[in-house]
């Protein structure tokens, strides 16, 4: 299945400015989704189960893949990037689909974009919080996600007597988009990082990468049942499918939405298991060229 679907470059140029169509009056434009790889597609596939009326404009940075081992100022100006091709699309709501740049960039791209953004960490951590019994709460990661300590700050946000246990596991995204799913590299590179955190006595372990669930088999098996994994796909869908309503910019339920793909380079394995573990028919593919410097 490594030739799933066609690459069609496209090139645009940007709409109204800055900040694209600011305001998103219109019901009918695109929710915008990003993330550095294929990671991103598992909030995707939720917002289309909770939203299918919605159309989705997702971009993956497979250019740049991953975004956990850069700089806070390298993640923030990639996800400044990524968005001025979103709003090239006039998208009414951008979904940070990241956890690294959800950590490290939120607040500027709320800043700056003019239009609603969301997004992963807090949903996750309010599922979390919500799952947790014993009052001790894993979370996994990127380097850059976990040395920012956002889970930490939005779980305590939430339970400040919730005991947090950390761990960064930076070679977990090369192995997905490899598509390295069901490999004895992935899982013996899943029990070298999570062994600390089971020995800990968690209860919940957060997947605190949106390239994580799709490893949630593998994970579950050296985990066990008793440890509840959360990811934050789900909460993040439904965050946007209230946020929509709160607005007035949900799409009309009669219609039925599409899900358009783009990446900033080619990747056989994007595709593949894309198609393969989450059940997306992607379709073709648009290629895409990051401007540097976008939105200033």
Not at 23 to 28: P, T, V
Not at 97 to 110: D, F, G, V, Y
Not at 160 to 166: C, D, L, T
């Amino acid at each position: 299945m490594e030739n799933v679907a066609t690459i069609v470059s496209k090139s645009k140029r940007p709409r109204g400015g800055q900040s694209g169509r600011v305001g998103g009056g219109e019901r009918r434009a695109p929710i915008g989704v990003f993330d550095s790889g294929i990671g991103g597609l598992t909030v995707a596939a939720a917002l289309r189960g909770v939203l299918p009326a919605e159309d989705i404009f997702y971009i993956g940075d497979t250019a740049r893949v991953p975004y956990g081992g850069k700089s806070a100022a390298t993640i923030q100006r990639y996800s400044r990037e990524i968005s001025a091709l979103l709003l090239e699309e006039s998208a009414k709501v951008i979904v940070v689909a990241c956890n690294s740049a959800s950590a490290l960039a939120l607040p500027k791209l709320r800043g700056e974009l003019g239009v609603p953004v969301v997004g992963v960490i807090e949903p996750g951590a309010l599922a979390a919080v919500k799952a947790t019994r014993s009052g001790k709460i894993g979370v996994i990661g990127t380097r850059a996600t976990i040395f920012s300590q956002a889970y930490e700050r939005a779980i305590h946000a939430l339970s400040p007597e919730v005991e947090v246990v950390s761990e960064a596991c930076p070679l977990l995204v090369p192995l997905i988009e490899e598509g390295w799913l069901k490999d004895p590299v992935s899982d013996a590179v899943i029990a070298r990082y999570l062994e600390r955190l089971v020995r800990a006595k968690i209860d919940t372990l957060v997947l605190g990468c949106t390239h994580y669930p799709l490893l949630r088999r593998a994970i579950k098996r050296f985990v066990g049942r008793a440890i509840t994994l959360v990811d934050s796909a789900d909460n993040c869908a439904e965050a946007v499918r209230e946020l929509l309503g709160e607005r007035g910019l949900a799409a009309p339920k009669s219609r039925r939405g599409r899900l358009q793909v783009a990446m900033t380079d080619a990747t056989g394995a994007f595709l593949r298991v894309a198609e393969e573990a989450l059940g997306l028919q992607v379709g073709d593919v648009q290629l895409r060229t990051v401007q540097t410097g976008a939105l200033g």
